[in-house]
């Protein structure tokens, strides 16, 4: 059967011109000290003179930069430990030098997620609100989340709004909130059950604050008057790691969709975060959340972790345990079935696994659920985001990558009581790279990790190349007609 598969005029580009301030670190402490002796060496004219210079060439390139100088050079005194009182044109020269632009989105901008906005107020009839999730990758290959707002028309005309010329981080809050029987049975996936974890959770009531946990190490490091053993550091440290990697950041409401950046915050999210795959779920009261899984890199190894927030302002990290919480690829479902949350995942590199489990952060089991069937997905298959919930079943887009590495973009029909029986399936592809989508990044690429309907048609945000986003259209009625 023959589609009408329409691609949008919109193209997303990489644009070198959104920047970030970032700490930068020039050196070690003997380095850094030298950097701070310079300046304090400066008279207080030139000082002045040279901080006006670095004022008006990037002021108009960031929000509140004099704000940013002070709070670096706050960080910078800490580390250096500079006890002598400095004027606060000093200080602010100080904290420019130990910070740098970097360019979010230099290298690409792909892999794109797509979500109704919470807000779906004052729009014409027809119309939808969106908020399209992507994947920045910038100086390093060092991958970040970003944010594009937008609209859906009446007439699946698809408009992006501008991007703003200014980008920034969220304040990380500095003491998120633990539950303590969840944050137990973490430590206890990781092994982490001695004596001296049972001490330090002892102490803690059943809700924590990240500090009443730091005073509980503190108590149990220098109870012993031998010191610690090696066991126990090691358990010491493990727990540390394994709150520092669950955190919440707040962005402010008048900061635009786009300017919102999640940057890598966490060791295993030292060399980007990637792929999120973000999802509107319904909780069984009816209330709606939106939970993204995506892909931790640390330069070595890949984790799955996931984010949540209500509001695109207020995000929460939390790291994902189990056995089958592993590799690239997991994908959840929009609502729980039979009681149970449901993921998809690909933990083999090569088939789909579909999963269940009662607590959304652990995931113990899995069970195959398709395998590359068809010559251009002979290589691999996976997953392409959330499955979409419709009357004939729960369609889930795949990727299939065949000979010279080509990846096309698929589709898959499961029953909606038990999404372990597959009841249809694309034969050909849904996408395949075309004569302008194939030169990139990475070259013969087409990949998602999110679409969604609205009024009858399928709404395709997908990767080009590993360098661009476009958007395709395609009447949902005749994607599901194909299916075999």
Known sequence: MSMHLKRAATILKPNQSRVLLRPFNPGDSE???????????????????????????FSQRHHDTHKVFLERFEQVREWLAVAEEISEERRLLIGSCFLAEYSLESAALFNPSIVPDPDQSDLPP?????????RATGEGHISSITFRSGIVHHDQRIEVFPASGFLTEPRQIPNPQYEKALFGRK????????????????????SFALEDLRVSLQAEQFRLPDGMSQEDQNA?????????????????????????ILFPATPSQRNGIEDARFVQFRNDDGAYIYYATFTA?????????????????????RTLNGPAAENKGMALFPRKIGGL????????????????????????????????????????????????????GWLALSHGVGPMRKYCIGAFLLDRNDPSRVIGRLREPLIMPNQNEREGYVPNVVYTCGALVHNGELIIPYGLADYATGFVTVPLAEVLSAMS
């Open 297 to 317: 890199f640390d330069g070595k190894i890949v984790v799955p972790e996931l984010v949540e927030t209500s509001d695109f302002l207020h995000f929460r990290f």
């Open 126 to 134: 027809g119309a939808l609100r969106f908020i399209l999730s992507l």
């Open 236 to 260: 010491s440290q493990g727990i540390w790691i394994l709150a520092r990697s669950n955190y919440e950041v707040q962005f402010q409401p008048e900061q635009d969709m786009s300017e919102r």
């Open 187 to 206: 430590l206890a996936e990781l092994g982490l059950t001695g004596e001296f974890t049972r001490r330090v959770m002892h102490k803690l009531g059943d």
């Open 341 to 392: 949350f449901a993921m998809l995942s690909r933990q083999d590199n090569e088939n789909i696994y579909l999963m269940f489990s009662d607590n959304i952060h652990f995931w113990n089991e899995r069970r195959l659920l398709l395998k590359p069937a068809f010559p251009w997905e002979l290589v691999q298959i996976g997953n392409c985001g959330s499955p979409i919930e419709t009357d004939a």
């Open 31 to 57: 380095r850094a000290g030298g950097i701070v002796g310079r300046i304090l060496s400066l008279p207080e004219a030139v000082v002045g003179a040279l901080l006006d210079g670095v004022s008006a060439e």
